[in-house]
C-alpha cells in the first residue's frame, strides 16, 4: 500500500506526461496491480480506467501492446525467482 501511495505522491508533483509514465512503470513493477490492471482491462474493455487507460494504451501502443507488456511483467515476476532460486540451490551443497 505505501508502495501506491509513494507512486502517487510522485505523480502529483510531475507534469501530465511524466506522471503518466511514472505510474504505467508503478504497475509494471508491482506484479499485483499488473494482474488487477490486466483483469480491468480484459473485463472493462478500453475505457475500464477512463483517461488513464487511454495513457497505458497510448503508451502501449494498444491493447495488444497493453496486454502483451503486463502478461511479460507477471511472467517476469515468476519466472526469474524460480530461475534465480535454482541456480542457487543447484549450488549449494545438499
Known sequence: MLYDIAALGLATLLPSG?????????????????????????VGGTTAFGAASLALLRFTRGP?????LLLSSVLLWVVLP?????????????
Open 18 to 42: 511524466a506522471a503518466s509514465r511514472v505510474l504505467i512503470v508503478a504497475v509494471l513493477v508491482n506484479p499485483v496491480d499488473a494482474v488487477r490492471t490486466g483483469t480491468l482491462l480484459g
Open 82 to 94: 524460480a530461475y534465480l532460486a535454482t541456480r542457487r540451490l543447484a549450488r549449494a551443497d545438499l
Open 64 to 68: 495488444g501492446g497493453a496486454a502483451v
